[in-house]
Structures are given as structure tokens and as C-alpha cells.
T-cell receptor, first 107, second 112 residues
């Protein structure tokens, strides 16, 4: 099984900051990496698919990059509505596996 | 507009069964793979099961393999998750998903 190590677990930042969240796979996942945002009490929402493809309707301040085993979600300028928990998901092979999540909090 | 509406959750005793449903609308259901994921209270996301668009192949993690069965009725645009031999660790909100779309979830609580 592919393990996804997500970091950091918690991130405190201010509106306007640039932040990065990382996911490291235990083996090459060939860019089959998605990023999700989840707000309290809501279903997760896919932001980015296959490393760097922005989901329709998602603001361009969100971007993804990476290859091989290392992947990054970047938010270029944090907005108040971005404070949430973020998860990565590898779908290169079954079993699909999620990262443990990054809770992004207001500083 | 794509909509996925889950139902069937509730309180169930350990060892018993429960069947979840997800009614899909707004897209051609039989063109898409479908997936169930879950989230235990205060925890992260876990993949539970996937099924091909025809229903010909299904996939599970070891944590539910042999206990859960994903199925679909393409004529009814409905996805199912039959959950048997439920355990306390199966307590979670279960979400029906298709790519970027997901329902609001249905809560399953396994407790005596």
C-alpha cells in the first residue's frame, strides 16, 4: 500500500500569506494526486486533480505541483474563506490513500 | 447540476448490517466510476470502496474487504454500500463521490 505523509499537520497563518502544504508518497504515484479542502461540518471539496489541474470554480490562488513522490499545494494569498483542513489523495493505485490532513488556522 | 444524495445511515449494534444508498442526478450515471469514502468523527478521510461504471469490478481496502459490498443500479442511478459485521471503528460519516462531486454524507454509528 502507498503511504501518504502530509505536512505540516497544523499551520497558523495570516490573511495575505503564501502557504504551502506537502504530501510525500512512499513510492512514485505518477502525478495521480488530488487535493481537497474541508470546512467544519461540510463534505470535502476537490480543489486540484492530477497534481496541478485546478477544479472548475476554484480560485487561481490555489495551485499544485510535484512529481514522483513529492507534491505541494500552494495558496498564494490566503483569504478568510481558506481557513479549513486540507487533504491529499493518491489515486495511482488501490488502495486509494489520503494524507492525514493539514488544519490551516488563522494566526 | 450534479447531485448525490446519500441515505440509510443510523445507529446500529456491532455485528449487525446496514445498507447505504446514494441517488445520483444531473449526469449520465452509467458513464462514471463511483466511490464511497468515510470520515470518523474528528478524524481524516478514508477510502471505502470503488466500482466501475458497469459494476463489473469493485475495489476495497483491507479494512472493509469481505464485510462491505459496493454495488450500483444504473437503471435507477443509484449507488449502494452494503455493510455487514459492523464494528465500532466503522462509525463515520459516509460520502458518495464521483470525481469532484460528493454528497453531504450520511452518519453511521455503530454502538451497543
Amino acid at each position: 500500500d502507498i503511504q501518504m505523509t502530509q505536512s505540516p499537520s497544523f499551520l497558523s497563518a495570516s490573511v495575505g500569506d503564501r502557504v504551502t502544504i506537502n504530501c510525500k508518497a512512499s513510492q512514485n504515484i505518477n502525478k495521480y494526486l488530488n487535493w481537497y479542502q474541508q470546512k467544519l461540518g461540510e463534505a470535502p471539496k476537490r480543489l486540484i486533480y492530477n497534481t496541478n489541474n485546478l477544479q472548475t470554480g476554484i480560485p487561481s490562488r490555489f495551485s499544485g505541483s510535484g512529481s514522483g513522490t513529492d507534491y505541494t499545494l500552494t495558496i498564494s494569498s490566503l483569504q478568510p474563506e481558506d481557513f479549513a483542513t486540507y487533504f491529499c489523495l493518491q489515486h495511482n493505485s488501490f488502495p486509494l490513500t489520503f494524507g492525514s490532513g493539514t488544519k490551516l488556522e488563522i494566526k | 447540476e450534479v447531485q448525490l444524495v446519500e441515505s440509510g445511515g443510523g445507529l446500529v449494534q456491532p455485528g449487525r448490517s446496514l445498507k447505504l444508498s446514494c441517488v445520483a442526478s444531473g449526469f449520465t450515471f452509467n458513464n462514471y466510476w463511483m466511490t464511497w469514502i468515510r470520515q470518523a468523527p474528528g478524524k481524516g478521510l478514508e477510502w471505502v470502496a470503488s466500482i466501475t461504471n458497469t459494476g463489473g469490478s469493485t475495489y476495497y481496502p483491507d479494512s472493509v474487504k469481505g464485510r462491505f459490498t459496493i454495488s450500483r443500479d444504473n437503471a435507477k442511478s443509484t449507488l449502494y454500500l452494503q455493510m455487514n459485521s459492523l464494528r465500532s471503528e466503522d462509525t463515520a460519516t459516509y460520502y458518495c463521490t464521483r470525481g469532484s462531486y460528493g454528497g453531504q454524507g450520511t452518519l453511521v454509528t455503530v454502538s451497543s
